[in-house]
């Protein structure tokens, strides 16, 4: 593979991270309801068990989300309404950058699985919180070391 070569990532694998699950809430004003990457790694390709604190920590400080849903004022003025200039950074579908200690953060249980598996991570973040908007496999990016 080329090194500008854009990685294929499936739509089952899209899935797998990123499950339909209903939030249970919807951005207000001018905030960003993301889902965040699950993560369900439990042992590394190389053989090697990852311990609950090691996925804990995954969990709570992943950077990569799904835009789910824009509050009515997100990347508007808010004395006028108009759009930003820039216009708007990111829309519903795309996967984006989040601060990994901003926003507000929930778990959500993912209906019909076990209690074994690990829930959806959601948060709300402010519109000019946002990182940036990923162009390449949203799977593949190391988001914190």
């Known amino acids: 593979m080329k ?7 499936t739509d089952a ?30 042992v590394t390709s190389a053989g090697i068990v990852l311990v609950e604190e090691t996925r804990e920590t995954e969990k709570w400080q ?6 789910i849903e824009l509050g009515p004022l997100a990347f508007r003025k808010r004395d006028t309404m108009e759009p930003w200039v820039e216009g708007t950074w990111c829309e519903v579908g795309d996967y984006i950058r989040v601060p990994k200690w901003g926003g507000d953060r929930w778990e959500v249980k993912v209906p019909n699985e076990d209690d074994t598996e690990d829930p959806v991570l959601f948060m709300v973040l402010n519109d000019h919180e946002v990182i940036a908007k990923i162009t390449g496999n949203p799977l593949e990016m190391k988001a914190f070391l």
């Open 3 to 9: 090194m500008n070569e854009p990685v294929a990532f």
């Open 13 to 42: 694998d899209v899935r797998e991270a990123f499950p339909a699950v209903d939030p249970g809430a919807k951005p207000l004003g001018a905030r960003v309801l993301v889902q965040l990457r699950r993560t369900k790694k439990k």
């Open 62 to 67: 992943n950077m990569v989300g799904k835009v």
